[in-house]
Nanobody, 122 residues
Framework: QVQLVESGGGLVQPGGSLRLSCAAS????????MAWYRQAPGKQRELVAD????????YYADSVKGRFTISRDNAKNTVHLQMNSLKLEDTAIYYC???????????????WGQGTQVTVSS
């Protein structure tokens, strides 16, 4: 079973930056599209960004487009999320997971990790 460990969250002022990391165990990491999700208090978990297995194509939610960048290192079984120009509404717990798209629907594949808290506050 793949284990996911997210890190890099913290408290940052509006306009600041953070870089999140997710480490995955297991050899199947490189075969899967990897994604970052977030869940704000009282809201459903939402897909923020994903990146194909080879790293050639990325998807971003409209709310983060132009501010966040997803990347991966298959040799290290890690996926990252560079977050710039952070806004108050980016406050959430951020999670990573492998995903599969079927048409316009996306499904997570593995057991969720603990996530990492990102708090944007002045």
């Amino acid at each position: 079973q793949v284990q996911l460990v997210e890190s890099g969250g913290g408290l940052v002022q509006p306009g600041g930056s953070l870089r999140l990391s997710c480490a995955a165990s297991g050899s199947i990491f490189s075969l899967n599209t990897m994604a970052w999700y977030r869940q704000a208090p009282g809201k459903q978990r939402e897909l923020v960004a994903d990146i194909t297995s080879g790293g050639g194509t990325a998807y971003y939610a409209d709310s983060v487009k132009g501010r966040f960048t997803i990347s991966r290192d298959n040799a290290k079984n890690t996926v990252h999320l560079q977050m710039n120009s952070l806004k108050l509404e980016d406050t959430a717990i951020y999670y990573c997971n492998a995903v599969r798209w079927r048409g316009s629907a996306v499904y997570s594949l593995w057991v969720w990790g603990q996530g990492t808290q990102v708090t944007v506050s002045s």
